[in-house]
């Protein structure tokens, strides 16, 4: 349920933020529009918000700055503890895509950004199950993350990064779960929601999904 991943996080806290804005030049591409991308997931997102992922509360701080309540989910201690430091005023609480505290109010979107592929396909099946039912009618899951256009299309990227000599990229985009934009879109149709991807970058995909 990705906290196999949360030592890699760990590790990673003091420097999410370098690797987001290009700093590794391995990862810039999947970065690329990196602060355009997050303000698209929050201008979508409405009301009470359930964030998973929060990482170093990037996302966190356009959502509160649109004047919404937050409540974010974090598996990493590190990460949870550096959001923590730049965002005092945010709730986080230890828990992860399919184990989290149930909320304390309705919730009116759910959102994302470079997380959701820690999940395995079934995971994330599951996982969306779950937010259907805390969702009312007209709910939204926007989550951002890298999405292959098709089996295709994920084999030509990761060649295409081979050649580059990319090897912690190609790592990654091998080792974890990352999936295709047909078989998202069959998991939320089957949960009742209404889906759309709108391409940002080489790698990412705006997933926008509105409960029926």
């Known amino acids: ?6 030592d890699m996080f760990d590790e990673w806290a003091e420097s ?5 804005t290009g700093q590794d030049p391995q990862y810039k591409d999947v970065f690329e529009n990196y602060h355009d991308i997050l303000q698209a997931v929050a201008d979508a997102a409405e009301g009470n918000t359930l964030e998973f992922g929060v990482g170093t509360g990037n996302l966190s701080e356009k959502l509160l700055a649109k004047g919404l309540k937050v409540t974010g989910i974090e598996p990493s201690k590190e990460m949870r503890e550096h959001a923590s430091r730049k965002f005092p005023e945010l709730s986080i ?3 992860d895509f399919l184990s989290f505290p149930e909320p304390a ?3 009116s979107s759910i959102v994302s950004t470079w997380a959701f592929h820690h999940l395995t ?8 199950a779950s937010y259907a039912a805390l969702l009312p009618k007209g709910g939204k899951i926007v989550f951002a993350d890298t999405v292959f256009s098709s089996e295709d299309g994920r084999d030509k990227l990761i060649q295409r990064e081979t050649e580059k000599g990319y090897d ?3 790592k990654d985009l091998t080792t974890e779960y990352y999936t ?4 998202l879109e069959k998991i939320f149709q089957a949960h009742g929601f209404y889906v759309t991807f709108m391409q940002k970058n080489r790698f990412v995909y705006l997933i926008t999904a509105e409960k029926a």
Do not use: C, P, S
Request: proline letters at 0%; glycine letters at 6%.
């Open 1 to 6: 349920m990705g906290r196999e991943f949360i």
């Open 16 to 20: 999410y933020d370098d690797t987001v």
């Open 93 to 95: 609480t230890d828990g």
């Open 105 to 107: 109010e309705q919730v």
């Open 121 to 128: 396909d079934h995971e994330k099946n599951h996982a969306i």
């Open 168 to 170: 912690r990229l190609v």
């Open 180 to 183: 295709t934009i047909e078989v």
